[in-house]
Nanobody, 120 residues
């Protein structure tokens, strides 16, 4: 089994910053891409940013220039640095990882989500 545990969410004023972390553990052989998604009330889950094992990144247009995704491969951990936060960034943020397990089964795994609330 593979577990993803997120941390770092909370309440922040507009213009502020937060850093999210997501650590993967369990029967992991390797991890390809890791990413962050978010879901606001009444809306579909959307991609925020994604990073490959080689460090290539892509972002949603709405967060480009404000959010930065990074990862620590030996620790199987992905981070999301969020700056210049806006009220519209309020959502539950989910971590996702494309994992090859020790039994050589590949699958996508999700964290439990962490709430980010930006007040105006």
């Amino acid at each position: 089994q593979v577990q993803l545990v997120e941390s770092g969410g909370g309440l922040v004023q507009a213009g502020g910053s937060l850093r999210l972390s997501c650590a993967a553990s369990g029967s992991i052989f390797s991890i390809n891409a890791m990413g962050w998604y978010r879901q606001a009330p009444g809306k579909q889950r959307e991609l925020v940013g994604r990073i490959t094992s080689g460090g290539s990144t892509n972002y949603a247009d709405s967060v480009k220039g404000r959010f930065t995704i990074s990862r620590d491969n030996p620790k199987n951990t992905v981070y999301l640095q969020m700056n210049s936060l806006k009220p519209e960034d309020t959502a539950v943020y989910y971590c996702n990882a494309d994992v090859l397990t020790t039994t050589r089964v590949r699958g996508g795994y999700w964290g439990q989500g962490t709430q980010v609330t930006v007040s105006s």
